[in-house]
């Protein structure tokens, strides 16, 4: 099983500041990496695929990057609304064996 | 405008058999390339994938609760059902269906969700 590390666990940010978020991934995943928004007593939304394509009505404040173990979620200036756990997933087998990272939340400083 | 809902009971003793109902609109199981999931979530820990099922009636299943799950789907009511045996107190956590396009693996759109406590 692909083993998903993200960091930190919690993120202090002011509002407008740019917030980084990483995940780790334990074996190559390639580019088959998405990143979910979840607020509290809500689903998850879909940020993120394809490591850094957005999906749909996503602002361009949030951009992910990185390929292989490596990748990055970026805020670029954080709105209250942003303000979330935020979980990465990979997706690199099909039939699918998929896991979620352990989730970073980002909170207001 | 795809939605998804899910239900099913919200308490669950030790040992029981959970069934959950996923019923979904603004897209169909029987067109080609669509698929639905199930994914849960513990209070307060992180999402685990479950199960999926797709257009051509395969399923997939986590491979560490393959034996206790089953994935099935009434094509003709835009539903899909999750049964889970012997449940423990453990599975206490909200269960989430989602939908996913074949082969993309990422999941487009999702259920509120329906938290189901196992306690005797």
């Known amino acids: 099983e692909i083993v998903m590390t993200q960091s930190p666990a919690t993120l202090s940010v002011s509002p407008g500041e740019r917030a980084t978020l990483s995940c780790r991934a334990s074996?190559?995943?390639?580019?088959?990496l998405a990143w979910y928004q979840q607020k509290p007593g809500q689903a998850p939304r879909l940020l993120i695929y394809?490591?850094?394509t957005r999906a749909t009505g996503i602002p361009a404040r949030f951009s992910g990057s990185g390929s292989g173990t490596e990748f990055t979620l970026t805020i670029s200036s954080l709105q209250s609304e942003d303000f979330a756990v935020y979980y990465c997933?990979?997706?690199?087998?099909?039939?699918?064996?998929?896991?979620f990272g352990q989730g970073t939340k980002v909170e207001i400083k | 405008q795809v939605t998804l809902r899910e239900s099913g009971p919200a308490l669950v003793k030790p040992t029981q058999t959970l069934t959950l109902t996923c019923t979904f609109s603004g897209f169909s199981l029987s067109t080609s390339g669509m698929c639905v999931s199930w994914i849960r979530q513990p209070p307060g820990k992180a999402l685990e994938w479950l199960a999926l099922i797709d257009w051509d009636d395969d399923k997939y299943y986590s491979t560490s609760l393959k034996t206790r799950l089953t994935i099935s789907k009434d094509t003709s009511k835009n539903q899909v059902v999750l049964t889970m045996t012997n449940m423990d107190p453990v599975d206490t956590a909200t269960y989430y269906c989602a939908r996913i396009q074949w082969g993309s693996g990422w999941l487009d759109y999702w259920g509120q969700g329906t938290l189901v406590t196992v306690s005797s």
């Open positions: 394809g490591a850094s």
């Open positions: 074996q190559s995943v390639s580019s088959n």
């Open positions: 997933q990979q997706y690199n087998n099909w039939p699918p064996t998929w896991t």
